[in-house]
Structures are given as C-alpha cells and as structure tokens.
C-alpha cells in the first residue's frame, strides 16, 4: 500500500483501531458485505467504519464516474427487491476535481461498463441522479434543482417497484426529490456508497454517518396484523449524528428517557420495558394485569411514576389510562371512560393531559393524576391529540387538524388562549419540550398522508424548532411514523433525543 496516499487520507487523529479496519479491507465494513475498486484506478480505494459513531471514510480514485464505463472505489452489500438507502455525506478536504463523487450507487454487476442508477454529489456541489440504461451505453443524468456546494448533504436512493427515487438535502432543510422510470436493473443488485476522485492521479475522501439501508414492507403486508423491525436510535442533537443501541425483528415503539438517564422505557408487544444503554439489556417491566399496553406511555417528571394506556378487557378492549411506580406494580386506574391515551403529566405531578374519544371527536383532556373528574380542554372541530406540558407548566402543547393539516398548537393548562404555532405544508404530530422549555421536537408526515392518521412506514421528519414559533430544521430522515416518537423522547440533559425506525429484518 503506498503510504504517502494514507497520510494525505488519514489525519493523526484517527485511532490505530480504525488504520487497522483500513488494513484489513478484504473483510466486510460495518453494514457491507465488502469494498472493491471498480474499473481501473491507479491507487487503491479503501474504506473504514468507526463503531462508536457508526460512521464511514471512504477513499477512491479512478478517472470518472460517466461516459460507458465507471471507475471509482464501491463499498457494498447484495440486496433484492425494494429498499431505501440514506446516508448523511460530506467531502473530506477541498480536492482537485470540481466533479469528484459521493455517494449511493445501485448495479446489478461489479463490471466498470455495468448499467447502474446512481446518487452523485459532486465537489462543486452539484446533485445528480446518473443512470447507464444498458451495458455499455453512454451515462445519462436528470440534475437536482438543489445544489449543495459544501454541503453537509443528505443522499437518499430508493427502488420502489422499479422506479428509482433520488431526495436530497442540506443538513437541516427539507428533501427535494425527484423519480427515474424506464431503467430496468435486475432484481438482485450490488448497492453501495461510493467515492471517484475524477482524477486518477489523486485520491479523494469521502465521510458518511447517519447511513441507513431500509427494507420495506412486501406487497403481501397488512398494517396492524403484520409489523416491520424496529431500530432504538440515539440522537445528538448538536451534531445530528444518530446511532443504533437496539434492534428487534418485531415492533417496539415510543421511548421515554428515565429520569436519570441510564435508560429507555419502549412499549413492544403489550409490555414495557426498560433498556439499560450501559449494559444494551432489556428487562419487561412489571405492570400485573396491564399487558395490552399501546405507545402511549409517560415518566412523571420526577421520574417516579409511570401513566400508561391499556387496553382493558373489561372496557371492551378500549385504551384506559393507569399509573403504575416507575419500577413496576399494581397500576391504579384514572380515567374512567374510553378510549383515552396518555400523553403526560403536569410538572407538578398533580395533573395527566391524555387524548379522549367522547361523542365521536377526539379532544384533549386533563384529569387529577390522583383519579377524579376528567376536564374537557379543546372543543373546535377535526382531532386533537398529543397533549404535553412545558417544563414550566406554562402551556400544554398539542396537535390539531382543525386547520385543514395536522399542526402543532398551545394553550393555557385551563385550555383557554389556543395558538397555532406551526403552519407549514407538513402534517405536525407529537410536540416534545426540551428540559430547558426553549425548543420543541416533533414529527412530520408527507401531505399525501391523511391529516388525521399518523401510519406506520413512511418517510418521516423529525425537526426541531423555537419553542414559541419561528424556523424549524430537520433533526433526522427516518423510515417509521406511528410510534417512532409518540411520547416525550428528550433525554434529561437535553442534548439527546430517542426514537424508533423500522425495516425488515431477517
């Protein structure tokens, strides 16, 4: 290996554990199957996986990615059928081509004249989505409206039923995307991130976190009888860097911090349960005779207490609402109507704040946490749901479909003074506070999807905005939805944010 290409690739701070991931590349790289250079480079590629992070440095060079062959360094796995495949990516250094390359490519053999449909982020910043039809054939491209000229970029590249679908985006902003029909790739392909140098007298580097490859449901898949796996992630909120603690071939949903922050409490199959991130076991947690519990579940801000919402046989199966102590017990019933769903407690611990169903309209309601008369908060047509307290008690925060979209709203805890505070294109589901009361968390679902439905499996958006209104960015790209983040998800200190997605696992 020529070791002038390693100093120009690697700064000293990278750790001897990841140059000797470097060293040993035949072997697979994280979530890869393996890495190859492609076509004829002058210097080899090579790639490296850091696990704590669960990021990737790739290096490649070759002449260029275009014309009818394609020479460039491939980290790949083998996939069939449909799949998403999602990346956060950036250049590593200012290069010497304008159109050196990053990012997916998709191609149904490892031969430099292959056909292939690929996701090009260029050094100049140009968004390409390139595509050869046949073996041999001259690459054709259908640029982005979106140029990304040092960018921290998001890359997305999805077979969906034969169609091909680029979104792409700043850090931070919202997806464009665009589809590519009439390309016809085999079944099974060779899927992967990329880097071509555009110059092969140079190597060029590429890093790449937040990488995700998402299997979807099958076409034989019925919502609520059939589930996908669930992923437990973790979020820094300053760097948007998302990690995977957990992984379940069923349905987990909805986690909450402890109040110390050691642990996640998740609903999965009725049950909850507590998972230790020191030591990543998870231990079901004693709720006696609640064992169809849904996602609707909250700490007490003190941490002592648990609010669930269970399916109680002697209500016809309907959510009623229950605490139980944060260790496990007896749960003592609250509401005494149905369905209602938990969403949280007053700072104070005196009052839960829960959806209910009365008369056919879902409304937000509150109820003495000590049982009690329940008190009818909203009143305006279309769904209410997800009600949570400031860390003050100041306001309840909520979602509302009364404006033609879901959006998120606030209001004074005796439900007088109803504000909107988002309005925007999106459905706005399930607003968290932060512990310091300054940013609010929530969930954004596609226009196309019903206003008053938050399904499970779709290309979701958590963003993140000033708590009273103003710009909100994206925080993470997810493939999830119901109960990707339907309780409050804010680790205590305020620096993390836990949420589920989903894919197919084995």
């Known amino acids: 290996m020529n070791t002038s290409i390693l100093r120009r690739l690697f700064t000293p701070t990278l750790s001897l554990a990841l140059f000797s991931n470097v060293i040993g590349a035949q072997n697979p790289v994280g979530i890869f199957d393996a890495?190859?250079?492609?076509?004829?480079?002058?210097?080899?590629?090579?790639?490296?996986?850091?696990?704590?992070?669960?990021?990737?440095?790739?290096?490649?060079?070759?002449?260029?990615?275009?014309?009818?062959?394609?020479?460039?360094?491939?980290?790949?796995?083998?996939m069939?059928?449909?799949?998403?495949?999602?990346?956060?990516?950036?250049?590593?250094?200012?290069?010497?081509?304008?159109?050196?390359?990053?990012?997916?490519?998709?191609?149904?053999?490892?031969?430099?004249?292959?056909?292939?449909?690929?996701?090009?982020?260029?050094?100049?910043?140009?968004?390409?989505?390139?595509?050869?039809?046949?073996?041999?054939?001259?690459?054709?491209?259908?640029?982005?409206?979106?140029?990304?000229?040092?960018?921290?970029?998001?890359?997305?590249?999805?077979?969906?039923?034969?169609?091909y679908i680029m979104s792409v985006a700043r850090f931070g902003d919202t997806l464009a995307t665009q589809e590519l029909t009439g390309v016809k790739l085999p079944d099974t392909v060779y899927v992967g991130l990329f880097v071509c140098a555009h110059n092969d007298t140079v190597v060029e580097r590429g890093a790449f976190s937040n990488v995700r490859i998402t299997t979807p449901p099958r076409p034989d898949f019925v919502a609520y009888r059939d589930y996908l796996g669930s992923n437990l992630e973790v979020l820094d909120v300053a760097t948007g860097n998302a990690t995977i603690v957990n992984q379940y071939k069923g349905s987990f949903q909805a986690p909450n911090w402890t109040h110390d922050g050691?642990?996640?409490?998740?609903?999965?199959?009725?049950?909850?349960?507590?998972?230790?991130?020191?030591?990543?076991s998870a231990d079901v947690i004693n709720t006696a005779f609640a064992t169809r519990n849904n996602n609707d579940h909250v700490l007490s801000f003190d941490g002592r207490m648990i609010a669930i919402s269970n399916h109680a046989p002697e209500d016809s199966g309907v959510s009623i609402v229950y605490t139980v102590p944060e260790s496990g017990g007896t749960p003592k019933r609250i509401t005494a109507k149905g369905p209602s769903y938990l969403h949280g407690w007053s700072p104070d611990g005196r009052w839960l704040v829960f959806t209910g169903q009365r008369n056919g309209d879902f409304d937000v309601y509150k109820i003495p946490a000590a049982g009690g008369d329940e008190i009818r908060l909203t009143t305006a047509h279309g769904l209410d749901d997800g009600p949570e307290y400031t860390p003050d008690g100041s306001y309840i925060y909520f979602n509302s479909?009364?404006?033609?979209?879901?959006?998120?709203?606030?209001?004074?805890?005796?439900?007088?003074?109803?504000?909107?505070?988002?309005?925007?294109?999106?459905?706005?589901?399930?607003p968290h506070i932060s512990p310091d009361g300054k940013q609010m968390v929530y969930i954004s679902f596609s226009p196309t999807v019903a206003a008053d439905d938050h399904p499970f499996y779709k290309h979701v958006l958590l963003r993140l905005m000033p708590v009273g209104g103003g710009p909100a960015r994206v925080i993470a790209y997810v493939y999830g939805g119901q109960g990707t983040i339907n309780v409050p998800s804010w680790s205590p200190d305020g620096k993390r944010l836990a949420f589920v997605s989903n894919t197919t696992m084995p």
């Open 80 to 163: 069939t059928g449909n799949f998403i495949l999602s990346t956060r990516a950036r250049f590593i250094g200012a290069g010497v081509e304008a159109h050196r390359k990053i990012g997916w490519t998709i191609r149904p053999s490892l031969e430099s004249n292959s056909t292939h449909v690929t996701a090009a982020l260029h050094g100049d910043g140009l968004m390409s989505l390139q595509f050869r039809r046949t073996a041999g054939a001259t690459t054709e491209e259908a640029k982005s409206r979106d140029s990304l000229p040092n960018a921290d970029a998001v890359i997305q590249l999805e077979r969906r039923d034969g169609v």
């Open 262 to 280: 050691k642990a996640l409490i998740y609903a999965q199959e009725g049950h909850l349960y507590r998972f230790d991130i020191a030591s990543h």
């Open 401 to 430: 479909a009364r404006s033609g979209r879901m959006q998120i709203w606030r209001m004074r805890p005796d439900g007088s003074g109803q504000q909107q505070i988002t309005n925007d294109g999106f459905n706005n589901w399930f």
């Open 35 to 78: 890495q190859t250079d492609v076509g004829r480079v002058r210097s080899s590629g090579f790639a490296s996986y850091d696990p704590v992070r669960q990021a990737y440095r790739v290096a490649g060079s070759g002449q260029n990615m275009w014309g009818d062959h394609d020479d460039f360094h491939f980290v790949w796995k083998r």
